[in-house]
Nanobody, 119 residues
């Protein structure tokens, strides 16, 4: 049974930083994509950053240069370092894993962690 558990969300002021973590277990993919997605209030879910096995990270334009996705294979944990946070970064952040990158390629999702950025 695949489990994804996010942590690290919280409330910070604009300009601050947060690091999200996603502890993954139970998956058996030999090659896979893991990523972070977010959903702001009243908006559709959008991709934030994804990382395919031994691939180049992908970042949404709105976070490029401010967020960094990384993975610790020994700990089966995915991270999202978020710097220079803006109020528009507010939302529920979800970790996901699947056969290929993209919203429709993800097979399993975590329950999310809430990020609130105040101006």
């Amino acid at each position: 049974q695949v489990q994804l558990v996010e942590s690290g969300g919280g409330s910070v002021q604009a300009g601050g930083s947060l690091r999200l973590s996603c502890a993954a277990s139970g998956y058996t993919y030999s090659s896979y994509c893991m990523g972070w997605f977010r959903q702001a209030p009243g908006k559709e879910r959008e991709v934030v950053a994804t990382l395919y096995t031994k691939g180049i990270p992908y970042y949404a334009g709105s976070v490029k240069g401010r967020f960094t996705i990384s993975q610790d294979n020994a700990k089966n944990t995915l991270y999202l370092q978020m710097n220079s946070l803006k109020p528009e970064d507010t939302g529920m952040y979800y970790c996901a894993i699947g056969r290929y990158c993209g919203d429709d390629g993800m097979d399993y999702w975590g329950k999310g962690t809430l990020v609130t950025i105040s101006s």
